[in-house]
Every structure is written in C-alpha cells, then in structure tokens.
C-alpha cells in the first residue's frame, strides 16, 4: 500500500487517528490465533458453479517463492530493481503455463525511471463486452520483501487465477488480472493503465477489485466501498463467516483502486489494514491486540512470510473466489473447445531445404479432444508433414515445411487447420528463395524498439523511454542492468536466418555507462545464440554516445536460432549497457 493520507471519506476522528499512527518497527504478535475465528460462522452462501475453496498452503507457497526472490535481490522487490522483475516472471510463468493470455505492459510515462512492467493476464472466454477485473500491486517498497505488503494480495489473486484456469468452468463475462508496477511510489503503474484504455475499453471494465494487504498480522476485516454495488458479492463472503467488515478508511485513495475510481468505474476490494491501530471495539470483534497497529511490520524489513495471518490469507482468498464467480461464471457446462497456434508464424528456405514449426494446442473449454491437423495453401514442390498427425488438445506437435527443388519462388500463406469438434486455423507465410539466389533480408523485429516489447522475451520492463538514457535512434531503447547491485537482465528473440546468402550480419548499437573505474571487467554484456556466448563487452568499454557493434552469423544461415543479449552487474556500483537499433541482414 502506498504511504500517503488520503482523507477523503474520514471523518475528522478517523482521519487524526491515521494521522497519528506511525508504523511500528518491529513485528507484533498474531492478532487471532491461525485456527481460530472471531465469532461463530454462519453458513457460507452458496456458491454458482464450482466455486473453489482456495487451498492457501498454496497461497502460502507463492509468497515462499516472493520472499525467496527478494532474498536473492538485496532483501526488496522494489519497482525499479530486479527482485520486481523476477516477480513478474514467476507470477507471468505460472499464468502462461495455465493457459492464459499474458502481457508485459511497459510504463513508459509516469512511473519511476527503471520501473518494471505492469502484468496482465486475460482468461480467454466469456463475453469480451463485459469484463471483471482483479488487481494487486506486484513491487514493495526498498526497506523490506513487501510479503503483506503486497505479496499477500500478489499471491492470493495468483492462486484465484490457477483455480479458474483448472475449473475452467462457462464463462458469463471475461475476468481479466493486474499486478502493478510502481505502487509504492505513486500508484503510478494502475494510472498508467488506465489511462491507456480507451474509453470504449474503461466502459467495458464493469468493476475492478483491489486486494492490497489481506494477511495483516493484527488486521481487521475491511471493505472498499462497502455498501456498493460492487462490493454485494465481498460482503456477503465475509458476511456468512460472522466478521461483520468495516468500511476500509484507512486505505482511501491509497492504492491502486484509486486509478480506476479517477476514470468512473466501480471499485471495491478487501483489505486488512496497514499502520492504523486497531480499536477497542475491533479488537472485541476480531480478536487481537487494541491499540497496536494492524501490520506492525508495514514497510518494514520484517514484513516476510512470517508476517502472514493465514487465516486471514484464507478468509480473503476464498472471498475473492466466491466474489468471482459469482460475477462472472455462468451457470451452464462448458462446450469442448480447443485453441491452435504456431510458432514461429513465418520463415524462409531456398529449394532443397526445409523448415519447421511447432503446432500448439490448448484446451479452453469442457473436456480435452483429439485434434487432427492439416495444412493448406502450400505451393507446387512444397509438403507440409506433422509429427505427431493428431493430438489430444493441450499437446503439440512439429510441423516440417519440405521445399523442393522445383518450388517456384515466391511468398505463400500457408494455413495451418485443427479439426475436432470444432474446427481451427493458423496462419504461417512461407518465403521460398530463388534457387541458388540471394535476397537481403533483415530478420530481426522491432530491433528499434518502438513498437512495444513484442516479439521480444525476458526482461522487457528494460525496454522504453527512461530518464537518464537516450535512444539512438527514435525515442526507445534497452536499458539493460544499470542497477548496482547483482542483478542480470535478459532480451531474447527467435529469428530464422534465410539460406540462400552467403553471409548473415548482426549489427547493433551499443551505450556504455559506468560507475566503475580501472581495467578489470566487473559487468558484463553478452550476446549469445542458443545460449552460446558469442560476443562480450563489460564496464571497460564504457564511453559517451553510442558504438555500433558486429557480429557475422553466416555460420546459422538456414537455420532457426535464439538471439539474446545479457547484462550482468556485481554487487556494487552500476554498469547500464544501452542497446538500439539491432539488425541482421543477410546478403
């Protein structure tokens, strides 16, 4: 949660009260013992279809993994460091793997400079006109590992989404996931997604949920605007366990909630309180210590694993799942259906070579299927094989593209078909190359990086606008490492170079920044291809402006290969490397 006061729906005692709580320094003890309840629950409501219990063992387990990544990263996941970037990797992996759709989003006005990404996962069904989303902030502050504060709310909406994605039950609405960069400094990571929305897609956005701080130690049961509309489902949760919530004044307009608010759209979410001091009359309802602060760890260095309420984690995950179906999961049982795409979608091969490509397949609806594959559209010379013919939605299987001596060259879209209960495409454009000729071609997309961070991987948060660095060449760049600390930064792209050449080029312009002095290399830059290092630069070769860098690839013409460029710093003073304008050509 961010760090300001903001009054608005305080009463004046309320207001003074948060005002003079100051954070406490050292960790009180747990407010209600972890198996207990504060009252006698009444029965939970009933649940729409399959509403999960969320297991929070496995809560828990993703804030083991938060806790360990900022041990590994100076004791912090701060927006601007790389325990923040490995956060967003872990949480983006375990989405990715379920079968969501996962985007990177750069902020590239309005954040602190060197700030990661914002996250977004999309569940791929129910009405796109109708979106439910749920939001966290992902970083901490630099004093501590932030596993209330926020990885609680990090971890919770993690584990929500996996649910959803293994139930994969009929979809009412779309749900759509945030975990946000650069909270602590601003919220400025949820303004800057909304404000990049537009007004058609803010429209579509019916509510936004914001869990920020729901395993606080000593906490309390708060709501964000309570008796809204948006909030039945949260209430009614809470409600049928006896806790009798409290509007949630202490968090107004301090965290990400706020963004949406700004924009109109209906907002609520739970919260257990951070530096406020819980009363008399609360700590008579909810058990715990009167007059000591929620989360005695707030901002702190011991807000580890340690620091968690997990009946509290339990009560708030359960919620946000009750509160998801209710709102956006439809009664009826999903039809079998199954999603197609291959990877990579084009390559370039003269007579006599072959290329290949991986099919793959997801299950996205109902039960798994066989799917049977096929290709169309490919030239005269040209076949198109699979291996396996068939698979059961969820598997994958490679596609070899043959081109023969007598292909006619030309560019070709080939179409690349699933059948099973239904029927999917997916496109891939083909270049066969005169025989025995060369065409130049250059390879590497948005090698300027003006266009998003797409098809880069790894570390894209590097990639924008920042303060403190120039483009070569149009206003965006990779700013990789440049922290001072150890941290490794990582962008990768899989290309194929033509055959057909006689020589592939990589070319690329490279910035040198340094705080390190002497001839002993301390940082470093790599260039690898499929792992292999190729090229090294370090903080001796640091200078003002710009060099451009080669490297022949002639050696992979033909061939489909892995690119990727490596910064790696020590534990002291920063070495950032700039990368622009990357090519390769062939000629």
Known sequence: MLRRFALAGLSLATAA????????SARSGPAVPRTATASVPAPAPARTAAAPDID???VQAHLTELNAI????????RSTGQGYRDSVAYVKGKLQAAGYTVTEQPCTSGCTSGAGPNLIAEWPRGDASKVYMFGSHLDSV??????????????TLLEVALRLAAADPSMAARVRFGWWTDEEQGLNGSDFYVRSLTSAQRSAIKAYYNFDMVASPNGGYFINHINSAAAVPMKAYWDSLGLQPEENTEGAGRSDDYSFESYGIPTSGYAMGASARKTSAQAAKWGGTANAAYDGCYHSSCDTTANINATGLNRSADGVAYTLWRQAVSD?????????????????????ASLTTTVSTATTSGSAQTVNLSASGAPSGVTVSFSPASVTSGASSTATITVGASAPPGAYTLTITGTGSTTHTAPYTLTVEGAGGCTATQVISNGGFESGTSPWTGDTGAI?????QAAHSGTRYAWLAGYGYAATDTLAQTVTVPSGCTKATLRYWLHVDTAESGSTAYDTFQVKV????????SNVHAGAGYTERTLDLSQYLGRQITLSFT??????????FVVDDATLTTG
């Open 17 to 24: 009260a948060c005002l003079a709580a100051a954070p406490a």
């Open 56 to 58: 929070v063992t496995k």
């Open 70 to 77: 900022a041990g590994r990263n100076g004791g912090t996941r």
């Open 142 to 155: 630099s004093a501590g590992p932030g596993i209330n504060d926020n990885g609680s709310g990090s971890a």
């Open 332 to 352: 009826g049982a999903p039809a079998d259906d199954f999603s197609l795409s291959a990877s990579p979608t084009t390559g370039r091969a003269a007579p006599g």
């Open 464 to 468: 924008g606008s920042f303060s403190g």
């Open 530 to 537: 499929d792992g292999t290092v190729k090229q090294t630069y």
């Open 567 to 576: 910064a790696t710093e020590d534990s002291s003073l920063q070495t950032g």
